[in-house]
Every structure is written in C-alpha cells, then in structure tokens.
C-alpha cells in the first residue's frame, strides 16, 4: 500500500524566506472545518488550531481545561478544511510537562489529526529537551513567549511581559534557546513593541506576534476577535474585522420572527407530492 504525503503549499521553509525577504507572516486561529476553508482560500499563510478553543468555542474559564482529546478534535477538522496553509496545534495543558516520551507522544498525535507543526508554551531546560525531541522526531515545533497563557496562575493574571530591559533579555535568552533547540518560529504575546522588535532583530526564525506591536515577522490574532463573534472582552491589541456577533443574533431574530409569524418555510422551501399521490392520499386517509 503506498502511504502519499501531500505537503501543504506553505511549509517551515515559507516561514524562514519570508522572514528573509521581509514579507510578513499571516496567521490566524481557527477551529473548525468551514472557517478554516474560508481562511485558507483568503490567502492566510498558517492557522493556528488554538487552545484559546477552551474560552471561545467551549465555554471553560482558562486554557487550563483543554484536553488532547478535544485538540485532537478540532485540529482534524481544521485540516480537513485548510488545503493549502501550514496547520499549527497547540499543545494543551500538562501535554508536555510528565515527560518527554509523553510530550512526544502527544505532539505526534497532533500531527496524525493533521497538523504540520505543533506549539508550545515556555522554554524551561525541560520544555528545550522536549522542543528538541520532537524535532528530531520530525515534528516542527513553533514557540510561545511573553504572556502565556497556561502559565496564567504563576503570572498572577493577563500581564504584558518584558516591561523592563532585564525581562527583554530574559526573553530574548528564552527565544535563542528555543531557536537552538530547533523550533522554527516563536509567538511573542503582550510583549511591548520595542521589546519584540529587539527579539525579533537577533533571531534567526520568524516571531509572530500578538499584542507585541508592529515590528515582528508576522501578526496572528484570535480568530473570534477578528470576526467579531466573542463578545465578552475585546484586547487592546486585537483588530474587529466583522460583527458577527451582531450578524448571527439578527439572523437568529429574524429566523423567530419568520417562523413565528409563518413566514417561513414558503412555498419554494417545501417539498410538494404529486397530485396523483396527494389525491391517493386523501382516498386512504377519510
Ligand atoms: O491559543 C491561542 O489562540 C494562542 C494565540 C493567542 C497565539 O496561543
């Protein structure tokens, strides 16, 4: 039996040229089938099957609650929908802390659902050992720094990190581990703009930025933000493209109102017997 592997159209190496040729890098969340379509026929240059998925799609408080099985989930659907853009997943939560066979393990789950590439959080010792595991195992791994989000209880909330000089260079540090350690892009969260634009000089991989201004090699945003459709807080750093919150619930009214009023279905919705078999019909049933 011959196993065919198509590499999607954007790849590791687009990441790498195009910060290179200094042509940004687009990157958007998503996580289903048909918005992951939408994106990719738009042009996106990656998505990214985000946990940011706990908040907006499944209700829960915090990432802290996503599970491999639910990633696992919504990446196949992502990659059934995004034919041609590089398919990032995060990892979850405690995915990759145990140990490194399980982080592994895990992170080539992610792939078999359909990602070219997974992402994690932090740069401990640990975590390097686990980037470099990975790779070596043929699976590309993107960073994740600044504000991370699963590390929300030991920041102490949603903080903007590298305010002073020291913790830039912390970060920076992190970033060039991370690099060394094989991973081919890092996400730079919160990060003030002249932070992130440091970083994003001395490395050699692409950063991606969210809320980390205008200066690093690409921007991703939650696709939810940009639509329009999470309503309950907007960051300062996200862009409203559309209003779908405002769209669907017009929808839906009108929807109420239609069927309510027996508006809807009309005559073209229906499905019609034949006259022979409406009168059959009528003869069976007196
Ligand atoms: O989960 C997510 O959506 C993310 C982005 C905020 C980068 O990690």
Not at 108 to 129: C, N, P, Y
Not at 236 to 262: G, P
Request: glycine share 6%; charged share 25%.
């Amino acid at each position: 039996m011959s196993v065919e592997t198509k590499l999607k159209d954007v790849t590791v190496s687009t990441f790498l040229k195009k910060k290179e040729n200094k042509e940004k890098i687009t990157m958007l969340t998503a996580y289903d089938c048909s918005t992951a379509k939408y994106f990719d026929d738009a042009g996106v240059d990656s998505i990214l099957v985000g946990d940011s998925l706990g908040m907006v799609v499944l209700g829960y408080e915090s990432t802290h609650h996503v599970t491999m099985t639910e990633m696992q989930i919504f990446t196949a659907a992502v990659a059934r929908g995004a034919k041609r853009c590089l398919v990032v997943a995060d990892m979850p939560f405690m995915s990759y802390h145990l140990s490194i066979e399980e982080a592994v393990k895990n992170a080539g789950e992610l792939i078999r659902a359909g990602a070219s590439a997974v992402k994690l959080e932090g740069a401990t010792d640990f975590i390097l050992s686990v980037v470099k595991r990975c790779v070596e195992s043929g699976i590309p791994v993107v960073g994740h720094l600044g504000f991370t989000p699963q590390y929300l209880n030991v920041l102490g909330g949603y903080k903007i990190q590298g305010k002073s000089a020291e913790n830039t260079k912390y970060i920076l540090n992190q970033a060039k581990k991370l690099q060394e350690a094989g991973a081919f892009a890092v996400v730079l969260e919160m990060v003030p703009e002249e932070s992130a634009k440091l970083i994003t000089e001395k490395l050699d991989i692409p950063t991606i930025g969210i809320g980390a201004g205008r200066y690093t090699d690409g921007q991703v945003l939650v696709a939810d933000d940009v639509l329009g459709k999470y309503s309950e807080f907007k960051p300062k750093f996200a862009r409203r493209y559309s209003n779908l919150k405002d769209i669907i619930s017009e929808a839906a009214k009108n929807y109420i109102s239609d069927v309510t009023s027996a508006k809807f279905p009309d005559d073209t919705e229906v499905f019609h017997l034949s006259e022979e078999e409406h009168s059959a019909l009528k003869e069976i049933i007196k």
